[in-house]
């Protein structure tokens, strides 16, 4: 028997990956809900069915299993609650609960014992957060880390479809970023903070403290936009707490789900953007011991940010749900 499912922002970017991934997941499905939060499509297909794409006003809310959210932050704010009144479980991938110590943040592969303490919410984290931690994950459980610097080199997918307007049209002035993001980056994502840092780096720093469950773990970020279309890189140097080998770092990598090693320099094989594309394994390559640090090492690090980044993730929360006690 299928489960009653809701999309909210169904014609976003990752309202769109969403339902294809739970076409492709063959996840089980009775009745579907798809709402938009702006101007779109008014249809879309799910399984081959053409199902109505209804404007999301907030006044009904029908009865269902899993509600995702993927439509920025203040409307899950004003209305997940009222999902969850109805008897739905609310898959939300906005910031808007992400901080929020009552209301479990997810990467089902790292840490999906935490389904179990929601109360009708559960939090998909930022993308590169996701796309970070999944290859960190087993090398913090095996030797622990200290302290992690990490640059992320985002494409433009992550800020929507807006922002993809401003490349794909070579907008100049743009209608989205602050300049033309064509054969240009941008070194800042989100909001400006008094610290000097931006809101993304600090989603990136707060995000993995909370997924690890580790207070005491140092991590400074600095994210930038480029003009690539999707994938998010990641460079990442981090200091482990132990000795480790090059070998033992890429067997605990391989044995990891999700997590697929793509590292020959002298044949041109690392992860790059066009690589990642459309894949839900998160890729690691440049796997090197680092000089700066004791027990330093550094990597290189590449995945779908519409995919594993959001879409993908958060299907597998529904599924982690339907093999716990959500649903």
């Known amino acids: 028997m299928g489960l009653r499912i809701a999309i909210v922002g169904a014609t976003g970017l990752v309202g769109e990956k969403i339902l294809t991934v739970l076409d492709e997941r063959d996840f089980p499905v009775d009745k579907i809900f798809l709402f938009a939060t702006g101007m779109g499509k008014t249809e879309e297909y799910f399984k081959k069915e053409k199902i109505e794409v209804t404007p999301f006003e907030g006044t009904e809310f029908p009865e269902t299993d899993v509600a995702f959210f993927s439509a920025g932050t203040d409307i899950p704010k004003k209305f997940a609650k009222d999902f969850v009144n109805k008897g739905a479980i609310v898959i939300d991938n906005s910031p808007a609960f992400r901080e929020d110590e009552t209301i479990p943040l997810i990467i089902p592969e790292i840490n999906p014992e935490k389904i179990k303490e929601t109360k009708g919410i559960v939090s998909n984290p930022n993308c590169s957060t996701i796309i970070m931690l999944l290859p960190i994950y087993p090398i913090y459980k095996r030797w622990g880390i200290k302290r992690i610097i990490v640059s992320t080199y ?47 780096e600090r989603k990136m720093e707060s995000e993995s403290k909370k997924i690890l469950s580790d207070k005491k773990i140092k991590i400074s970020a600095t994210c930038v936009r480029l003009p690539v279309r999707f994938g998010h890189s990641i460079s990442v140097t981090m200091e482990l ?3 480790f080998t090059l070998q033992a770092i890429k067997k605990q990598l391989q044995l990891f789900p999700g997590v697929v090693i793509y590292d020959e320099p002298k044949n041109a094989k690392y992860p790059f953007p066009l690589l990642v594309e459309d894949k839900d394994e998160v890729f690691v390559g440049r796997i090197r011991v680092d000089p700066v640090f004791k027990n330093g090492l550094s990597m290189w690090i590449a995945g779908d940010n519409i995919r594993k980044g959001a879409a993908t993730n958060a299907v597998q929360i529904a599924e982690l749900l339907l093999r716990g006690e959500g649903v």
């Open 154 to 200: 985002q494409s433009v997918s992550g800020a929507g479809r807006e922002a993809l307007f401003d490349l794909d049209k070579k907008r100049n002035p743009p209608h989205y970023f602050p300049f033309a993001i064509e054969k240009n980056i941008i070194p800042h994502i989100g909001k400006p903070l008094e610290s000097g840092f931006s809101s993304e």
């Open 241 to 243: 707490k132990s000795e």
